[in-house]
């Protein structure tokens, strides 16, 4: 984001991120609408809910390396390294959850496959559409991204973190995570 708001005009870029926060609250928005018409007749959507967010976090982790990458390779590898332990988790636990469920392991690995393909999926998406664009073009589209992330970290993440009873251990964990990231963009940038 720092270097997307030295673009002109920022405004734009500042709207760019303000449009990624709310698509992501329309997603979010439309998985409970789902998970409220499943619970109606009687189904159990969450797995499958958690499984559209994760696969929507993880083709935008996927546009943001892409798009990083057409910048300079050293922040598509470093937005690459700082997604890659930040995705095993929650693909864990999606497939956890399908495992809770009881589906069968066939159908687990074909969905876990089928995650696996995201971030890939989106990092093609975000290279080859704003391979040769001019520069503000991919800095609103990492600008949308970060606004997607930011508002899963506010809306999702922290609040979950506070569920579990020891809050100050999850935010001591975010703060060193975030800590790492800056460290990384520092050196390899």
């Known amino acids: 984001m720092p270097r ?3 673009s002109e005009p920022a405004w734009l870029v500042v709207l760019a991120f ?9 997603i979010d928005h439309f998985i409970e609408l789902m998970h409220t018409l499943a619970g109606a007749n009687g189904l159990s959507a969450g797995p499958i809910a958690i499984f559209f967010g994760v696969a929507v ?5 996927g546009i943001m390396v892409g798009t ?24 864990f636990a999606t497939i956890a959850a399908f495992k809770r469920q009881h589906l069968s392991r066939r159908r687990r690995m074909w969905l876990a496959a089928l995650l696996s393909a995201a971030v890939p999926l989106g990092a ?10 001019p520069e503000i073009v991919k800095l ?14 506010v809306e999702e993440m922290i609040p979950a973190a506070h569920e579990g009873g020891d809050a100050r251990f999850a935010t001591g964990v975010f703060v060193a995570g975030f800590a790492l990231f800056t460290l990384l963009s520092v050196y390899l940038d």
Request: aromatic share 10%; no cysteine.
């Open 4 to 6: 997307a708001l030295r």
């Open 68 to 91: 990083g990458a057409t910048i300079s390779i050293s922040l598509g590898l470093l937005l690459a390294l700082g997604q890659l332990p930040a995705n095993m988790p929650e693909g």
């Open 140 to 153: 609103l589209l990492l600008a949308f991204t970060s606004g997607i992330l930011v508002t899963v970290v």
């Open 18 to 26: 303000v449009a990624g926060g709310g698509f992501f609250i329309l």
């Open 124 to 133: 093609s998406v975000g290279y080859w559409l704003v391979r040769g664009q």
């Open 57 to 61: 976090d993880l083709f935008s982790d």
